[in-house]
């Protein structure tokens, strides 16, 4: 081990957990380059029991050289041991690949079973990019094109609870193997070799359908998920939004959220019997009328949480502000937040999610993302977190000023956990009668008189609001009313 990294490594032991965890962040800043370094990093989380922050320091490091064996290796451990079988066969083959000695690991991890709830035990075998799950019995074969990682993952792994779409996938394969159906999953994007034999129904995202028609047995059924608005409308809404902030601040910010192949999904569309969109109506009528009656709506599902904040905590003293996504900042107003909490003294901001990756919004709001008394970057933390519990704690309310969404589910999670709303009718999200507050226009103004209205609202007032959006949320967002909407929509298509 290096020896800067001796103190931390020290304050691990000691059981100095605050301490250690601020000098693995400036560490990781400081070797963020290294892959040995980063690879050090990994060994010190993972002999602290950190397994989730030892995978993704290790996986950073994999990406600086991607030509290392050993890299892919320790990528390999980390998620066996953490269960994450589907992507452990994947980094074990590159390790394979590049010479590395993984045969035995790839041949103790090939097949086994899964549990599922409502299902039981479901046996699997892996084979490269793809997931096989059988039950006795099966007359039919299903392609899933989506995610294959949460498969396999038990019922109660912790990545089950920051990744919506990763409880999407694994609840549409469950329902397709309660109704008969064998499931071959791969990853969306992605062309491995599948078995021989045509398979009686293709479920897929983006263009997925397109690229494996030729596998679809004569009469097969056709299932297109989607999570977005209108392609087209996206690309716009988020090209229109950076445009806005350069004529503000100038500088350069390259796009994070736009639909690569759009001609394709499209056609992906047309080809499905059903759709299967994550939004509401205004989300539905950005795409062309003749569609429209063979896309079924169906609500998202909130992130884990540790607890709904109780009523007498909803309207709290610090009357803190937050702002929780993964990436795109610009498309889903970050810079406008930033600009209305710097034009008035009396709000704070939080910022939770993936901004650090996205280097040029980092330059552009600089002096405001390094120290700002009232502007608090956080990075990405899980929802169910304890530290994120204490974030949300402070705060009253939350932001969502975005230009496009289906259906946000970020927003889904924070209306669940009890902050009065700010968002735009873009986020796909329906607000109760007189409760939460809609962005018109997402202005910087209009956005910082919202977010001073919830500073001076009284408390009572404000309790009262949110109340109501939180009971309507977990109401409306939970993995049950998902479960129970995705399940009927499979039993009208498939009997």
């Known amino acids: ?26 560490a990781l800043e400081r070797h963020r380059a290294d892959p040995d370094a980063l690879l050090d990093l990994a060994t010190i989380a993972e002999a602290a029991g950190i397994g989730d922050l030892a995978l993704r320091t290790a996986d950073s490091a994999r990406r600086l050289d991607g030509g290392r064996a050993d890299l892919h290796l320790k990528v390999g451990d980390l998620c066996r041991a953490q269960g994450r079988l589907a992507e452990a066969d994947d980094a074990y083959r590159r390790a394979a690949a590049l010479g590395g000695d993984a045969e035995a ?28 799950l059988v039950r006795p019995g099966a007359s039919r074969r299903a392609l899933v094109s989506f995610y294959r990682a949460p498969l396999l993952l038990a019922d109660d792994h912790p990545a089950l609870g920051y990744q919506s779409a990763y409880l999407d996938a694994r609840e549409v394969v469950r329902l397709l193997l309660g109704r008969g159906y064998d499931v071959d999953a791969v990853d969306t994007d992605d062309t491995p070799t599948l078995p021989d034999g045509a398979y009686h129904l293709v479920f ?12 679809a047995a004569p009469g097969a059924r056709h299932i297109q998920w989607m999570t977005g608005r209108h392609p087209e409308v996206q690309n716009a809404a988020e090209m229109a939004r950076i445009a806005d902030l350069l004529r503000r601040r100038g500088g350069a910010y390259a796009p994070k959220r736009q639909m690569a192949r759009i001609g394709s999904e499209l056609e992906a569309i047309g ?40 009523r007498h905590r909803l309207a709290p003293p610090e009357r803190e502000f937050l702002w929780l996504n993964s990436f795109g900042a610009v498309l889903k107003g970050l810079d406008l937040a930033i600009e209305a909490v710097l034009a008035d003294e009396r709000l704070v901001l939080n910022i939770v999610g993936l901004i650090d990756q996205e280097e040029d919004f980092l330059q552009l709001y600089r002096d405001a993302l390094s120290g700002h008394p009232r502007i608090r970057r956080h ?7 304890q530290i994120f519990q204490a ?9 969502l000023p975005s230009a496009s969404e289906g259906m946000s589910g970020s927003a889904a999670t924070c209306l669940q956990l009890g902050l009065y709303p700010i968002i735009s009718r873009e986020s796909g999200i329906d607000l109760p009668p007189s409760a939460g507050r809609y962005l018109e226009t997402c202005s910087i103004a209009e956005i910082g008189q919202a977010m ?26 939970s993995r049950a009313a998902t479960t129970r909407r995705l399940d009927g929509i499979f039993r009208e298509l498939l009997g």
């Not at 897929?204 to 596998?215: A, E, K």
């Not at 990075?379 to 977190?385: A, C, K, M, N, V």
């Not at 500073?455 to 967002?477: K, N």
């Open 1 to 26: 081990m290096r020896a800067d990294l001796a103190p931390l490594a020290a304050a691990f032991a000691e059981g100095r957990t605050a301490d250690a965890r601020a000098l693995f962040g400036e």
């Open 105 to 132: 690991a790839l041949a103790a991890i090939a097949e086994g079973t899964v549990g599922m709830p409502w299902l039981g035990p479901v046996a699997f075998t892996l084979a490269p990019g793809v997931v096989r």
């Open 204 to 215: 897929g995202i983006h263009d997925d359908l397109v690229r494996h028609r030729d596998r």
């Open 271 to 310: 080809i499905a019997d059903r759709g299967i969109l994550i939004g509401n109506r205004a989300t539905l009528a950005t795409y062309p009328e003749e569609w429209r009656t063979k896309i079924s709506l169906i609500p998202v599902c909130a992130g884990r949480i540790k607890a709904p904040k109780p």
């Open 379 to 385: 990075g990405y933390l899980p929802t169910d977190s």
């Open 391 to 399: 974030v949300a704690e402070r705060a009253a309310a939350f932001l």
């Open 452 to 477: 001073a209205e919830v500073v001076t609202m009284p408390a009572d007032q404000l309790s009262a609001q949110t109340a109501i959006c939180q009971r309507q949320a977990l109401a409306l967002y």
